[in-house]
């Protein structure tokens, strides 16, 4: 059974910093690509980093190049993914989502074949 556990979330004042984590279990994980994603009220779902599966891709969306950090551990049964989140700013506030698919194309498109249940982020100015 797929699970994702998703942590790390919470308040934090603007110019902080914060470290998600996925931990995805019941597939080979190891071998998908993997990212995150965010959504605020009332706006779609955005892009915001991926990993390839021996993580030596990643890209980001342009409103956190230099902030965030994409990360994984490929352990044996459970792969986690990290997103260290630096210089958090308030426009930065959402729920964030992990998400996993063979093909990092996929993953960045928005078109993952798992995703975890989110996880909320508050930056207050």
């Known amino acids: 059974q797929v699970q994702f556990v998703e942590s790390g979330g919470g308040l934090v004042q603007a110019g902080g910093s914060l470290r998600l984590s996925c931990a995805a279990s019941?597939?080979?994980?190891?071998?998908?690509?993997m990212g995150w994603f965010r959504q605020a009220p009332g706006k779609e779902r955005e892009f915001v980093a991926a990993?390839?599966?021996?993580?030596?891709?990643?890209?980001?969306a342009d409103s956190v190049k230099g902030r965030f950090t994409i990360s994984r551990d490929n352990a044996k049964n459970t792969v986690t993914v990290y997103l260290q989140m630096n210089n958090l700013k308030p426009e930065d506030t959402a729920v964030y989502y992990c998400?996993?698919?063979?093909?990092?194309?996929?993953?960045?498109?928005?078109?993952?074949?798992?995703w975890g249940q989110g996880t909320q982020i508050t930056v207050s100015s």
């Open positions: 998400a996993a698919d063979p093909r990092i194309a996929t993953v960045i498109a928005g078109r993952s074949q798992y």
């Open positions: 019941g597939r080979t994980f190891s071998s998908y690509d």
């Open positions: 990993i390839s599966w021996h993580g030596l891709i990643t890209d980001y």
